[in-house]
């Protein structure tokens, strides 16, 4: 998938100058109504992206700290109902990317709705363990949600890739830092 190879690729570009210790710190974006506690000292990129029929401005913060990737990546839309589109959409790229055998079904998650966020289907968080561009063992925490924005709504992905499970306080310190202004 086109939107897949691109997202990988992008990301990857985006993170191999970051440092590799985990020292949190608030990132605020300038682009969007949200800050993020990141480990490491992020990069950021825009990336217009074909999605659909459509080509969508994909902004993308994140790091790379003691082998595990941290990221945000986020996309505005002009057409608010295509929020819950493009969050399941999101979700089928991510499940390729990581190579899971199975055909795609949406995979059991849990409800992921901050305050102030779109109580939709689609907003959820998934654990998935799947397998890197490389063929090497990977594990996906992620979550997707949507905030209406004026007569727009931005939908956000955060994930966290990383080679083994990560300690819950590390996973929950990058979660509980997601904080919308």
């Known amino acids: 998938m086109p939107l897949a190879r691109c997202l990988i690729l992008t990301t990857a570009l985006l993170l191999a100058a970051c440092s590799p210790a985990l020292n949190w710190r608030v990132v605020a974006l300038a682009d969007a109504p949200l800050d993020l506690m990141l480990p490491c000292k992020p990069d950021r990129a825009v990336r217009d992206l074909a999605w659909g029929r459509q080509t969508l401005a994909v902004s993308m913060v994140g790091c790379q700290a003691e082998g595990a990737t941290y990221a945000l990546a986020h996309v505005a839309l002009t057409r608010p109902q295509d929020a819950a589109t493009v969050m399941a959409d999101w979700q089928k790229a991510l499940h390729q990317q990581l190579q899971l055998a199975d055909a795609w079904q949406p995979l059991p998650g849990q409800a992921f709705v901050?305050?102030?966020?779109?109580?939709?289907?689609?907003?959820?968080?998934?654990?998935?363990?799947?397998?890197?561009?490389?063929?090497?063992?990977?594990?996906?925490?992620?979550?997707?949600?949507?905030?209406?924005?004026?007569?727009?709504?931005?939908?956000?992905?955060?994930?966290?890739?990383?080679?083994?499970?990560?300690a819950d306080g590390v996973l929950q310190s990058f979660v509980k830092g997601l904080q919308l202004r």
């Not at 102030?116 to 561009?133: I, S």
């Not at 063929?135 to 992905?157: C, H, I, K, L, S």
């Open 114 to 166: 901050l305050p102030g966020t779109l109580e939709l289907p689609q907003a959820r968080q998934l654990q998935w363990q799947g397998r890197n561009g490389t063929g090497q063992p990977v594990y996906a925490n992620a979550r997707w949600f949507a905030r209406t924005e004026g007569q727009q709504v931005r939908v956000y992905q955060a994930m966290v890739l990383s080679p083994a499970p990560l």
